[in-house]
């Protein structure tokens, strides 16, 4: 069987719509497909609409901050219409929005104009993000290129470069658990934590109620991924897997690309077979 649970569409950040998405992991031969959108549940229904023979898993990438660091939580096999799970959700979309009119509005106080709508332009369905404001600056000819804007305008430590308030870890864990869903612990690898700080977000990730880990993420090498598999043991989670995918070309991040877990490992799909 083959599984990709952690993939994006232009509900979020992806560039294929939920159909095109569901299509090509067809094409890819996978089973089972979950949908795992930044802070937004809406690629759901028409990935369900497009599914025919494919199990899809409603899912969620939501943002949270632990110890100050920015860290990503996956909701799989959620109830898409769960009261405590949209309203979390709102406030992650509330919080996404107040943070685009504080860019913009640091930027119109530099001489930037127009800033916020079109970036809410470019960013079309999704959540406007620094990105979306880099192109549109470079679009509208205010800056050179999308380095440029970056190095002098969006990264870090200049004026745009606004930090997220996310809800807290403990709390977004409630709100999928809320939502019959099991939490996930996204692309462990990605925070760059020391081993230490690393078991310590696992162990705490596992007492406020989170079941899983990405063991697998992506196309990564295999000593990662028993590493990972050992920490998923130790600390009680449940191992996931998933590519990543967010737009096609990238290979290290393909739909159904990711290697399968270790054989020893205790899959978290084992726990929703009917
Ligand atoms: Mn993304
Ligand atoms: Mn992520
Ligand atoms: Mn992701």
Redesign the pocket.
Known sequence: MKVDL???TTASDGLLAPADLVARARGAGVDVLAI?D?DTVAGIAPGLAAAQDMRIIPGI?LSTTWRNIGI?VLGLNIDIEQRTLLDGVAAQQAARAERAELIAKRLSRLGYTDTLAGAQDIAGTAAVGRPHFARFLVDSGQVKDVSTAFRRLLGRGKPGDVRNTWAALPEVIGWIRAAGGVAVL??PAKYKLTNLKLTELAREFSAAGGTGMEVVSGTQQPSLTSRLARLAQREGLLASAGS?F?RPGEHWAEIGSAPALPADCAPIWSTWQD
């Open positions: 952690h993939t994006h795992t930044h990438e990503h996204a692309h990543d967010h």
